[in-house]
């Protein structure tokens, strides 16, 4: 009785591999991707959290206003007589 080899050939071993290492170098680049979206997204909160504190700041100090974030000029806004400060 002729034992049979349970081992594929060395072409299919090669394929299999590179197949693997391609599908590693994928998902590594994808966790990679999730971590900097992470990171990019508490960074976007702080910088929202910092234009929350400059819009109070200003308003407290002009208003409700519109500013003109090129030239610095502002407007008041329609309707917002009671917010003027003196």
Known sequence: MEKV???ITKEELDTVQEQHSKLNLCLNRIGLMSAQHHALLHELAGINKSIEDSKADLE???GEVSINVETGEFTENEGDEDNKKD
Request: glycine share 0%.
């Open 60 to 62: 407290s100090k002009y």
């Open 5 to 7: 080899e349970n081992k």
